[in-house]
C-alpha cells in the first residue's frame, strides 16, 4: 500500500507564491523509487492537467502555460517532492494532486500515473 501525501495548500492573493509538499508513505522505501513524481490539478468544471513531474533522474516536465512560474524540485534527505509556485493568478485556483509511477497510454499519447494523493486546495484571490 503506497499513500501520497500533499500539504502546503491554501489561500493566497494574486501574485503570492505557495509551496507544496509530498510525501510518500506505505510499502516503499523512498518517493524516489518511482519512474517520477509530479503533480496534477483540477479546477471546477475542468479535466484534471498536469502541472509538472520529475523523473527518478531529475529531468523535469511542465505544462507550457506554467514554465516560468513553477518550479518543481525534489530533496532526497527529505524523501520529499515539491511544488514552488510564484505569481500565482487567480485561475491557479485548483486541487492540486501528487502524483507517483507513470506510464504511458498508446492509445492517448499520454502519460497516465498510478499513484494519486488526496489533493490539497490552493485558492488565489483577486
Known amino acids: 500500500q503506497v499513500q501520497l501525501v500533499e500539504s502546503g495548500g491554501g489561500l493566497v492573493q494574486a501574485g503570492g507564491s505557495l509551496r507544496l509538499s509530498c510525501a510518500a508513505s506505505?510499502?516503499?522505501?523512498?518517493?524516489?523509487?518511482?519512474?517520477?513524481v509530479g503533480w496534477y490539478r483540477q479546477a471546477p468544471g475542468n479535466e484534471r492537467e498536469m502541472v509538472a513531474d520529475i523523473t527518478s533522474g531529475g529531468d523535469t516536465n511542465y505544462a507550457d502555460s506554467l514554465k516560468g512560474r513553477f518550479t518543481i524540485s525534489r530533496d532526497n534527505a527529505k524523501n520529499t517532492v515539491y511544488l514552488q509556485m510564484n505569481n500565482l493568478k487567480p485561475e491557479d485556483t485548483a486541487v492540486y494532486y501528487c502524483?507517483?509511477?507513470?506510464?504511458?497510454?498508446?492509445?492517448?499519447?499520454?502519460?497516465?500515473?498510478?499513484?494519486w494523493g488526496q489533493g490539497t486546495q490552493v485558492t488565489v484571490s483577486s
Open positions: 502524483v507517483a509511477e507513470r506510464r504511458w497510454n498508446i492509445l492517448i499519447h499520454r502519460y497516465e500515473y498510478d499513484y
Open positions: 506505505g510499502s516503499i522505501f523512498s518517493i524516489f523509487s518511482f519512474n517520477a
